[in-house]
């Protein structure tokens, strides 16, 4: 299932299995959508969802067609004959068998363009439309009780600020959500603090900082305004009617709306707090992936790669599992069940369910591999003690935070730790951690669009080190990087607004690992 697929259905928003919502092939069959009677060598009959009714296909478009195996056949179509009931689609190539009453799907991409401010054009099945877009909600919150003012324990007022309700997002707040100038602060009697003088507010942020001792130890009042962040829809029904479907707001992590069995997701559109008008830069149409360079269907890579750790699986042994990183593979913020140890333990015993595999979580939140290669012994995350001491079959290593290295000293670090595993006779895989947003360590990215390659530096040194070690390279930031295809803003993933992965997007971690232990990669 797709990424977005696990997303709506996590929120209660869609069932699950309906791949084109992700521009995958095999779309989910529905009332709406037009169906296969009858297949020959190159024709397919269908049937229209209504009498009367359009079947949407037009000369020229790549079709997705269930086969009778499951699986998805492409073929381009050359001819389209109208029936009385519906069409019958000539195709450029001999067709196998189809699974009949299944749904064709055309995996041609919408043409999405902004023509006004807040207006956008989609053109899609040889049909067009505009639609007016609604700028984001900005929610007025009024005396809102907030703790006390705490003083600072270094010169960085905004140490220990005040986290306004409204876009709180964990421990943190979003960014962009708060209405610059809109912070008013008071004591519980009513007496106005004064801003800059009394009170600071960070304008990207909306935190609140004290700047006096006027006002340390007082419980406040804070009114304020924030904009709800929103991803809209444009959807496509059997019948080839373009609509425009409004989500609901959210600062923090805003979810694409529902929509019904039958109707194609053609786009995302992200309204988001501090958006004046739109641009490209709001518009994710659904399209199909690019695909990734194939290596040999011959064998899995983790039977080539790691030989001792596919041994002790296949031969039903047990397996010693570690997850060593940072906050991520600490994983606080997700239920336990979504951690990296639990995600990569439910992948092998899905593939080797006799064998036994005891997982192990070592993250250590707000460091980086160094930080462990330079702990003091005796120090809980000393490398050698924590990892190596600890003696696990298979180490899997995520580093999200060694994006603030520069290519050569993470280099040097990933060689330090591939030298210890070699010598402890430790096998292990490495990971090219998740996207972070713009500007928070992701190189020269201004933008969660066109990141299909990885900018950061630490992630040229992994791939150089695994390269020369042999060692298997999960290719997480790519992964990532797929989302803009099925539509999703990468940024809206997080619990706390700037790294976090929410519990759906863990998942993608499990996801590039099982491939590891599977054919074709």
């Not at 199909?288 to 041994?311: D, I, M, N, Q, Y």
């Amino acid at each position: 299932m797709g990424m977005l697929n696990a997303l709506l259905a996590a929120f209660s928003l869609l069932s699950a299995g309906v791949g084109v919502e992700c521009g995958l092939p095999g779309a989910a069959d529905g009332s709406g959508a037009a169906r296969i009677v009858t297949a020959s060598r190159r024709n397919v009959e269908i049937v229209a969802a209504a009498e009367g009714a359009a079947t949407g296909f037009r000369t020229g478009e790549t079709v997705d067609l269930r086969q009778a195996d499951g699986g998805t056949f492409v073929a381009k179509v050359l001819d389209v004959t109208a029936t009385s009931q519906g069409a019958i689609l000539f195709f450029d190539r001999d067709l196998p068998p189809l699974k009949i009453g299944s749904t064709p799907v055309c995996r041609d991409p919408a043409s999405v363009r902004c023509v006004g401010p807040w207006r956008i054009a989609v053109a899609f099945g040889g049909r067009e439309a505009e639609f007016d877009v609604e700028p984001a909600e900005v929610v007025a919150v009024t005396d809102e009780p907030a703790s006390p003012f705490v003083p600072a324990p270094d010169a960085d007022p905004f140490a220990r600020p005040i986290l306004p309700k409204g876009y709180v997002a964990d421990n943190l707040t979003a960014p962009d959500a708060y209405v610059p100038g809109s912070m008013r602060v008071k004591s519980r009697n009513g007496e106005e603090y004064r801003p800059s003088a009394d009170f600071l507010v960070s304008e990207r942020w909306g935190s609140v900082a004290a700047t006096t001792n006027r006002v340390y130890g007082k419980d406040v009042l804070i009114s304020y305004r924030y904009a709800r962040a929103r991803i809209d829809s444009v959807t496509v029904d059997g019948a080839g009617r373009l609509a425009y479907v409004k989500g609901t707001g959210d600062p923090v992590m805003p979810r694409p709306p529902a929509i019904a069995d039958g109707v194609r997701r053609l786009a995302n559109v992200i309204v988001r707090g501090r958006t004046v008008a739109l641009s490209d830069e709001n518009l994710f149409p659904v399209r199909p992936k690019a695909g990734r360079a194939a290596a040999s269907a011959a064998e899995p890579v983790a039977r080539r790669l790691l030989p001792k750790t596919w041994r002790k699986l296949s031969e039903g042994g047990t397996l010693r599992l570690m997850a060593w990183g940072d906050s991520v593979t600490a994983g606080s913020f997700v239920p336990e069940a979504s951690r990296l140890h639990r995600l990569y333990e439910r992948e092998l015993k899905r593939r080797f369910p006799q064998a036994k595999v005891e997982a192990a979580s070592n993250g250590w939140g707000g460091h980086r591999t160094d930080h462990f290669l330079n702990a003091p012994k005796g120090h809980c995350f000393n490398f050698a003690e924590s990892v190596i001491g600890r003696k696990p079959d298979l180490v899997c290593m995520e580093f999200v935070n060694d994006a603030e290295l520069s290519e050569e000293a993470a280099y040097g670090h990933y060689r330090q730790v591939a030298e210890a595993f070699r010598a402890a006779g430790i096998e292990w895989v490495a990971t090219t951690p998740h996207y972070t947003i713009p500007g928070w360590f992701m190189g020269e990215a201004k933008s969660v669009k066109g990141l299909q390659d990885d900018p950061r530096a630490c992630v040229r040194a992994l791939r150089r080190v695994t390269s020369e070690y042999g060692v298997p390279l999960m290719e997480t930031s790519r992964r990532w990087g797929e989302l803009e295809y099925e539509g999703i803003p990468y940024d809206t993933l997080y619990v706390n607004a700037i790294n976090h992965p929410c519990a759906e997007a863990m998942a993608l971690y499990a996801e590039e690992f099982g491939k590891l232990f599977d054919k074709g990669l």
